[in-house]
């Protein structure tokens, strides 16, 4: 199985900063686009930041500026850095992978990470 293991949320004041990590593990052949998720209380889930194996990022307008998106392809890892956080960023943060497992024949899925609790107090 492959699994992501998300860390790094918290409490943090309003234009504080948090990093989020997460790392996949398990029956890895491939990973290719590796990004974030969020979702607050009575809200879809969106995504946040994506990034490519080649380390092209994309972001969503609402962090576009503050968060940072990066990877480290030799730990199967990739990070948000969040500044200048608003009480709007509070949310559960998923990590998010497309990953070919171990078998046959190879196939590529999505996974996710459990989840990590991001607030900002206001």
């Known amino acids: 199985q492959v699994q992501l293991v998300e860390s790094g949320g918290g409490l943090v004041q309003f234009g504080g900063s948090l990093r989020l990590s997460c790392a996949a593990s398990g029956s890895i052949v491939r990973i290719d686009d590796m990004g974030w998720y969020r979702q607050a209380p009575g809200k879809q889930r969106e995504l946040v930041a994506g990034?490519?194996?080649?380390?092209?990022?994309n972001y969503a307008d609402s962090v576009k500026g503050r968060f940072t998106i990066s990877r480290d392809n030799t730990k199967n890892t990739v990070y948000l850095q969040m500044n200048s956080l608003k009480p709007e960023d509070t949310a559960v943060y998923y990590c998010?992978?497309?990953?070919?497992?171990?078998?046959?024949?190879?196939?590529?899925?999505?996974?996710w990470g459990q989840g990590t609790l991001v607030t900002v107090s206001s």
């Open positions: 990034i490519t194996t080649g380390g092209t990022a």
């Open positions: 998010n992978a497309d990953a070919v497992p171990t078998g046959w024949p190879p196939k590529w899925n999505q996974y």
